[in-house]
T-cell receptor, first 111, second 113 residues
Framework: SQQGEEDPQALSIQEGENATMNCSYKTSINNLQWYRQNSGRGLVHLILIRSNEREKHSGRLRVTLDTSKKSSSLLITASRAADTASYFCATLKAAGNKLTFGGGTRVLVKP | DGGITQSPKYLFRKEGQNVTLSCEQNLNHDAMYWYRQDPGQGLRLIYYSQIVNDFQKGDIAEGYSVSREKKESFPLTVTSAQKNPTAFYLC????????????FGSGTRLTVV
């Protein structure tokens, strides 16, 4: 079963706009991670946020975590065509030893 | 450069055959993982290994087998018992699951012909 579920499943925006996607999960976590996957390629780790953190930034990426709502959001600011990819959230359960991935959000950034 | 190498990139299997997918890493990571990805879907865990000579089943282990004889290598065998093996297979590793993310290989696309 999927621990994390992303919303929306697909997102289409113009270059320069911001892209926001959300992830909900079901059980207590140790950390939550976001990954990017370009078509037909492996996943690339973007950012990790621990359960005791509420917000984290990395370049044009901003991640928030609300453990009371069991949800996280990923914001990509000033999007570029190169940001076109699928984005996945993954959770490490508290006392767990493996990541569980959601179904992903497919983002299309139009030039 | 350190990383994970998966081979081959494309693999074709006849029904009833076993095939082995290779995964090698030079990152000195203890933990390694195999995931399966179907078109338009997320990743599902097949097997994982936290240390040499030890491995555990993931969520969809039936029809698959692994070995971990060396720290650097974690091969996955797709057996004839796997009824729907056509998929994209991803190998990953991590130094510390609590502090860092996974490093992924570039994947092997397996097709049954």
């Amino acid at each position: 079963s999927q621990q994390g579920e992303e919303d929306p499943q697909a997102l289409s925006i113009q270059e320069g706009e911001n892209a926001t996607m959300n992830c909900s999960y079901k059980t207590s976590i140790n950390n939550l991670q976001w990954y990017r996957q370009n078509s037909g390629r492996g996943l690339v780790h973007l950012i990790l946020i621990r359960s005791n953190e509420r917000e984290k930034h990395s370049g044009r990426l901003r991640v928030t975590l609300d453990t009371s709502k069991k949800s996280s959001s990923l914001l990509i600011t000033a999007s570029r065509a190169a940001d076109t990819a699928s984005y996945f959230c993954a959770t490490l359960k508290a006392a767990g030893n493996k990541l569980t991935f959601g179904g992903g959000t497919r983002v299309l950034v139009k030039p | 450069d350190g990383g994970i190498t998966q081979s081959p990139k494309y693999l074709f299997r006849k029904e009833g055959q076993n095939v082995t997918l290779s995964c090698e890493q030079n990152l000195n990571h203890d933990a390694m993982y195999w995931y399966r990805q179907d078109p338009g879907q997320g990743l599902r865990l097949i097997y994982y290994s936290q240390i040499v000579n030890d491995f555990q089943k993931g969520d969809i282990a039936e029809g698959y087998s692994v070995s971990r004889e060396k720290k650097e290598s974690f091969p996955l065998t797709v057996t004839s018992a796997q009824k729907n093996p056509t998929a994209f297979y991803l190998c990953a590793s991590t130094l510390d699951r609590l502090l860092g993310g996974y490093t992924f290989g570039s994947g092997t696309r397996l097709t049954v012909v």
